[in-house]
């Protein structure tokens, strides 16, 4: 069965910091562009990061820029996703998703093929 698995969400103070991982089975996340996407209560989805296959290009959110940090493990088939500095407005659950387009555009929601569940990140004190 392929599918995603997102971890690492959790409860967090604003300017913590969190890890997420997106760890694929039954197939290799080394052929797919990767994105993060993430999405709170009455809000948009809104499209967070994304790591191309090589892993050479990453693009992020103006939201996001200079706070969070995308990165490949191609020996242990993740991709992780690393939040600081985080604000009380980065609260939303946060899903990856994984497309065979292997580039990464602005847009990947049509060409994104699995999807994770999703992992939930709140910033509150």
């Known amino acids: 069965q392929l599918q995603l698995v997102e971890s690492g969400g959790g409860l967090v103070q604003p300017g913590g910091s969190l890890g997420l991982s997106c760890v694929a089975s039954?197939?290799?996340?080394?052929?797919?562009?990767i994105a993060w996407f993430r999405q709170a209560p009455g809000k948009e989805r809104e499209g967070v990061s994304c790591?191309?296959?090589?892993?050479?290009?990453?693009n992020y959110a103006d939201s996001v820029k200079g706070r969070f940090t995308i990165s490949r493990d191609r020996t242990k088939n993740t991709v992780s996703l690393h939040l600081n500095s985080l604000k009380p407005e980065d609260t939303a659950v946060y899903y990856c998703?994984?497309?065979?387009?292997?580039?990464?555009?602005?847009?990947?929601?049509?060409?994104?093929?699995?999807w994770g569940q999703g992992t939930q990140v709140t910033v509150s004190s």
């Open positions: 998703a994984a497309s065979s387009f292997r580039l990464c555009v602005p847009d990947m929601v049509p060409l994104s093929d699995y």
């Open positions: 039954g197939f290799t996340l080394n052929n797919y562009a």
């Open positions: 790591i191309s296959a090589s892993g050479a290009s990453t």
